[in-house]
């Protein structure tokens, strides 16, 4: 018979992901307007942090943006967040929002080919410093 492929677990690398902010208020500015492009939406709103996902999404909430006042930093050189986009468009549509609401601009929506072939992307930075990136294959 065939020779057997072994199975691979089909479950996430991360459970959540959080990111500290130094102004809740102007962080939650930012990802209200951007993360909807890519199907993202606010699950829920504390006093110092806000939660986001998938609408309809239970469970801990995918990405979060917790309240640390001037002791919040962002990562160093190298670290990003990709989001999964689900088309093109949906990237266009998040570097736009980012980039009007207060992101900046590193690196408009565009195939990558020095990653793949078919990879689009476009990558902004949010008003605490974090590289962002919104990705979709195809």
Known sequence: GRPRVPQV??????????????????????????LPALGYVCLWR??????????GFEGEAPFAIIQHGADARPPGAGFHLAFTAPS???????????????????GPPGIREHYDPTYYAAFVRDPDGHRLEAVVFG
């Open 9 to 34: 677990e089909q479950r996430p690398v991360f459970h959540h992901i959080s990111l500290g902010v130094d102004d809740l208020t102007r962080a939650a500015a930012f990802y209200d307007a951007a």
């Open 46 to 55: 504390k006093q110092r942090a806000i939660g986001y996902g998938p609408a």
């Open 88 to 106: 093109h468009e949906a990237v266009d549509r998040f570097h736009a929002a980012a980039v009007a609401a207060g992101g900046l601009d590193e």
